[in-house]
């Protein structure tokens, strides 16, 4: 039998098909080579929607064109971390960026303002001007785990930030999974959550979620279909065997989400 009718005849949850607007899986590289992105690409990427070359590592990457030409045939999005463009933004070299970006061949961009202070309608004016041309990925969130911003600032960010053009908005917490949406040890801040997906559905969001237990948490909360990033490119297939039920973390009949979690 074919993989797809052993899943049917099990019962697992229905996977939508790129492009997906839901269940994406949004991932972190971190510097690979060209033989780890070969092999990332043969197995995973069906499930990989967004490739993300963390922080700056796009600068100091040799094989950086390369690179993004092979995800790209594979069908895989790729972006540069959005710290990057809060160094270009630093140095008023904003526009040189978009240039930049667009000489690679990229569809989409992270704007983000985890690091440096920037005033919210400046902000709003960089996600305008980008989604004239890119599908943006708009990040809320310090990347500094001592920074806790209440639910009604983020609810207030987050709509405003779809008005001004994002396609998705990412729930910040860093490679470690310690900061943002979580505590500093790693706990899902719940309250947080459960008050901002009730202003702004989860499907509008990408929740960064390194860690397994964040991975699990996401989705016995929202179903398989919630979107999650900063998966680390290891964790690719083992994420998708969560979504679909197939480890015993998320081993459950027709893998409905978990109630008052």
Not at 3 to 19: C, D, F, N, Y
Not at 87 to 110: A, K, M
Request: glycine share 10%; hydrophobic share 40%.
């Amino acid at each position: 039998m074919e993989t797809s009718q052993i899943a049917e005849m099990l019962g697992l949850p229905v996977r939508s098909h790129k492009p997906r607007r839901t269940g994406i899986t949004h991932v972190l590289d971190k510097g690979l080579g060209m033989k780890a992105v070969d092999d990332l690409v043969e197995t995973g990427s069906s499930y990989i929607d967004i490739l993300k070359l963390g922080w700056g590592t796009s600068l100091v990457t040799p094989i950086l064109r390369e690179k993004i030409r092979r995800y790209q045939e594979r069908g895989v999005a790729v972006c540069l971390g959005g710290t990057l463009l809060e160094v270009f933004i630093s140095r008023n070299r904003f526009d040189e960026y978009v240039g930049w970006v667009r000489e690679l061949g990229l569809t989409h961009v992270e704007v983000s303002d985890g690091v440096i202070t920037l005033p919210h309608e400046e902000k709003l004016s960089y996600i305008r001007r980008l989604s004239k041309d890119f599908t943006v990925l708009s990040e809320i969130g310090s990347k500094d785990d001592r920074v806790i911003m209440p639910p009604y600032k983020w609810i207030e960010m987050a709509i405003a930030e779809l008005e001004a053009g994002a396609w998705k908005l990412v729930g910040e917490a860093r490679e470690s999974g310690t900061a943002g949406i979580y505590r500093q040890s790693g706990e899902v801040r719940s309250g947080l959550i459960d008050e901002v997906v009730t202003k702004v559905g989860p499907e509008n969001w990408i929740f960064e979620a390194p860690q397994k237990s964040q991975q699990v948490w996401f989705i016995r909360r929202f179903g398989p279909e919630v979107n999650l990033g900063n998966i680390a490119t290891s964790e690719v297939l083992p994420l998708e065997t969560l979504r679909l039920g197939l480890r015993a973390d998320t081993l459950m009949p027709g893998h409905p989400p978990a109630s008052g979690e």
